[in-house]
């Protein structure tokens, strides 16, 4: 379901002598295999659901040295990293869409709204308007500190699987991509890797939601913070159109081990239960866990909470 709208996403294909067809303002390409595919109208094929799809911020953007024959004050695509962020935006070479890596440069994206998760076949999309043979590594990091090597993409492979690399099962916020043009004779002129947009491919929330916000202490009822947040996760389940939530409660190590064990079972059974009576027209396999204390380290990261995995 979601590979067919994000292939609908993408739009006809689109070809033209130079690879791009400047009337349509606000057409973005895919890859440059010689062909180039656009968002015919991005205002109707580009909904508000679509969006959470992107990396939202910059991290870290440390760029490379320019390439050879270019000279002079450094580009302007190399001031502006958040032009990697949000939607894809590229109309024509030279635009302020993207942001150009430098040889050998890096920057790492956050998804903030969404998570990066291994789905059945690619997970993530490089929107690049790079027409020359360049390169990027990549990495995925669940916290910004460790960082998994992906593979690579170019100009003509856009798509990347994380299945191999990543942790079933987990869900990763960070993405590091470095130019890897170094060396490449096609690229020798050019200013590395260029970056328009960053795409989880599928769509996939990821909640931590304090227990004090949804519980009384100790309990598996609902206290009057509960339906903001409740609110907020109905809220993603309309833009996810889920096949598949996972519920996780996790105590502190106040009180005893056992009740623990218990009342967050109890409590992520609560939460599935509240969704199924919302959301029990649509065909959603839950998966329900109380960890108790058990998943709790000692010390200031521990804290009662409910994890959600919208996907
Ligand atoms: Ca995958
Ligand atoms: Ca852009």
Known sequence: MITVLIMFFIGEMLINSDGFNNKLVSDVYSNMNNDTS???????????????????????????????????????????PERATGLPDFSEK?????????????????????????????????????????SALVWISEDCNFFIPIGKVSSSNNEIDIAG???QGRVYHYIKLRDDSEGSEKDEKGLGYDIDAVSAIHKAVHMVISSDNLFYPQSSRFNEKAEK????????????????????????????????????????CRVRDYLIEKCGQREIIYSVTGWGEEKNIQGSDEKSRIEILIR
């Open 229 to 268: 947040v409740l609110i907020e996760i109905i809220k993603n389940i309309e833009i996810v159109d889920p096949i598949f939530i996972k519920i996780e409660s996790f105590t502190d190590s106040e009180g005893e081990a056992n009740f623990n064990l218990i009342i967050s079972h109890q409590q992520a």
């Open 38 to 80: 656009a968002y015919t109208d991005p205002e109707l094929s580009i909904d508000s659901t679509m969006a959470i799809l992107f990396a939202d911020s910059v991290i870290l953007y440390d760029p490379g040295a320019m390439g050879e024959g270019t000279g002079g004050e450094p580009d302007s695509a190399f001031r502006f």
């Open 165 to 167: 690399h990543a942790d």
């Open 94 to 134: 030279g635009d302020s869409s993207y942001v150009s890596l430098g040889i050998g440069g890096t920057i790492v994206l956050k998804f903030v709204d969404n998570v990066l998760i291994d789905g059945p076949g690619p997970d993530i999309k490089i929107f690049s308007p790079t027409k020359e043979e360049s």
